[in-house]
T-cell receptor
Framework: DGGITQSPKYLFRKEGQNVTLSCEQNLNHDAMYWYRQDPGQGLRLIYYSQIVNDFQKGDIAEGYSVSREKKESFPLTVTSAQKNPTAFYLC??????????FGEGSRLTVL | LAKTTQPISMDSYEGQEVNITCSHNNIATNDYITWYQQFPSQGPRFIIQGYKTKVTNEVASLFIPADRKSSTLSLPRVSLSDTAVYYCLVGDIDYGQNFVFGPGTRLSVLP
């Protein structure tokens, strides 16, 4: 079935470590996004990419990095520069009509 | 970017019709209105999208008055499984990165 696959579902990190969250889609969508969600809050945009080899910062990009080497893949790295990384991370892609398809999310906890 | 305002929470009973209103006074000409549903620890799921008047699909209806400064998501005969957070987004569908997820409306369906 077509969709967005995120991994891992749960991830624990020690302070000072970088971690990479995987996001793969087989929907043939050009645009992909990374969001962060904190408890009881809406989603905040971290990075987005409208085409391969191009990406732009969202509202809260500091401490994060991305790459878009393939249309299907948009991994997010949470670096040690991100001071409060514990959160629920969501990856999405969108159709040409602006409909967003989300993955199941990755929950990152800093120990 | 069009700002939206929704009630923070709503309660309903099984079998009732639920209407959630979203205010978007500064909606632009090219903006569409899109609603998403999110269950705990899952990514949001697209419900419905519209530009004007009324749109209906198998799960919901969306009512948009002529001035487009507000919209109402209507869920017919809700069940316990409709307990979720509902987000109203307003934006140009050609610029998905501009869709802003606010805190949404937390709907609780009671038996």
């Amino acid at each position: 079935d077509g969709g967005i696959t995120q991994s891992p579902k749960y991830l624990f990190r020690k302070e000072g470590q970088n971690v990479t969250l995987s996001c793969e889609q087989n929907l043939n969508h050009d645009a992909m996004y990374w969001y962060r969600q904190d408890p009881g809050q809406g989603l905040r945009l971290i990075y987005y990419s409208q085409i391969v080899n191009d990406f732009q910062k969202g509202d809260i990009a500091e401490g994060y990095s991305v790459s878009r080497e393939k249309k299907e893949s948009f991994p997010l790295t949470v670096t040690s520069a991100q001071k409060n990384p514990t959160a629920f991370y969501l990856c999405a892609s969108s159709t040409l009509k602006g409909e967003l398809f989300f993955g199941e999310g990755s929950r990152l906890t800093v120990l | 970017l069009a700002k939206t305002t929704q009630p923070i929470s709503m309660d309903s009973y099984e079998g009732q019709e639920v209407n959630i209103t979203c205010s978007h006074n500064n909606i632009a000409t090219n903006d569409y209105i899109t609603w998403y549903q999110q269950f705990p620890s899952q990514g949001p799921r697209f419900i419905i999208q519209g530009y004007k008047t009324k749109v209906t699909n198998e799960v919901a209806s969306l009512f948009i008055p002529a001035d487009r400064k507000s919209s109402t998501l209507s869920l017919p005969r809700v069940s316990l499984s409709d307990t979720a957070v509902y987000y109203c987004l307003v934006g140009d569908i050609d610029y998905g990165q501009n869709f802003v997820f606010g805190p949404g409306t937390r709907l609780s369906v009671l038996p």
